[in-house]
Every structure is written in C-alpha cells, then in structure tokens.
C-alpha cells in the first residue's frame, strides 16, 4: 500500500468534506483522519467514528474513494450509519472484533445513574446487548458477502440502543460503559477519579502520531479490569507487530477528575 504526499492527501479530505457551506477540516485533521482510516483498514482498530465536521455518509463515501484513487487504501471499507453517526468500519475486522466479544474478552462497567458507585458486569448479565451484538454481526457478514474493492455503506436501525455502548464496543474499548436508558443520560461518574488510557502510534514523519485509542475506566475498579486491559493491550501490541505503516506504539494513562463526565 502506497502512501501519497501530504498534500494530496489533505486535498482529498478537503475537496470531499468540505462541500458546498461546509467548512473542509483544518490540514492537521485531514492527515490524523487519513491514519485513523489506515488503522482501520490495518486492523489496528475496528472502526472509526467520524466526528471532524457535519458531512455525511455520501461525503464520506466520496473521500474513501478518492483515497482509493491515490492508491493509499486497497481494501473495501464499509461507512455503516447509525442514528445521526457514521462510523467507518473493515466488515472482516469488526465481525472477529464482535465475535471476540461475544466470547466475553471485554469487561462491562454499569454507570447508571441510581447507583452510587460504577461497578463491573459481563455480557451475560446484559442480554439486550448480546442479542444486538449477534444483528450487527449478521448484518455486516451480509455485506462482506457482497463486497468488492468499492467502498459500501448502509443503515442500522437504532432505536431503543444504548449507543454509547455500542459506540465503545464497536470502537474496540476493552472496557466500554453501560447504563440503563430508562434513568436518562445521568450516571455516577461525578468526581469519580478516572484512569484515562490514550494510545498512539507514529506514521508520517515529521507529524504528530495517529491517536488509535482514548478511553476511560474508574480508577477503583482498575485493580480489578487489570488483566483485561493487559490482554487488550498485548493483543494491540500483537497486531501492530503484523503491518509496516505504522511504528513506535505508546500507550499511557493517567488519573483525572470531572464534575461531571458526558457519556
């Protein structure tokens, strides 16, 4: 896989979603966003949630075939939409991610609102969850059956789906969060001390690394996730170790405290 030049590369991005009003991302988004999608297509990360401005589906389906034009991407991406988000995904990559998960590799931390502190349960307490789980997977294996070289995309229905959830799962946290919907968008993170985890890795030179991963746990509970997120940070480790786009993986924590914590 080929690497175009800097500048082609934040042109594509530019040309693509910054169409008509919409103001195209700043030169340094366009290159982080160029590597976000590089690990994903490298299965460093199970999909990507695009969030650098308001374009769409169609916009973002246009830039990853400008990218395939420049010859920097020669696998079939796939943009699945959910709710109001468009995430960009490898199907191949996020069904094992998903099916891994079903096997119960990750670790649940309940932050509802009507406990007083965050506390950790398994997939199997959530059922809901593993059933939605099982839909994503069936539906991107339909897809991956039907793909090509092109770049795809199609709709979830979303509705009743806790997404913060399924945004941590399908954006590969070892430890996303759960709530129950019912209570509202409250939980109990409010002055809970939080370890942050940030994982970044280096790709063109002389620009700041690709940040693959950003994610929080409860502090208290670090003890106890201790040995899930040492598998999720070897098995990272392990996959960096099979491609040559990247190099010099860091991964860091450290400990901060909010008022209140947006979810």
Known sequence: MSTPSPQLLVAAAQQTLGMGKRRGPSRAICLHLAGEVLAVAQGLKPALLYDCN????LELQSYLEEL???????????????????????????????????????????????????????????????????EIITHLQSIQKNISLAVSRSRLRSSGWNLCTVFGILLGYPVPYTFCLNQGDGNCLALAPLRVFTARISWLLGQPPVLLYSFSVPESLFPALRDVLSTWEEDLRTRCRTQNDFADLSISSEIITLPAVAL
């Open 54 to 57: 308001c374009a769409g589906a």
């Open 68 to 134: 395939q034009g420049l010859g920097f991407l020669t696998l079939g991406l796939h943009i699945l939409e959910i709710g109001e988000d468009s995430l960009i995904v490898s199907p191949g990559h996020v069904c094992q991610h998903l099916e891994q998960v079903l096997l119960g590799t990750i670790a649940f931390v309940d932050v509802s609102s009507s406990q007083p502190y965050p506390s950790i349960c398994s997939l199997n307490q959530l059922q809901d969850l593993k059933d939605l789980i099982a």
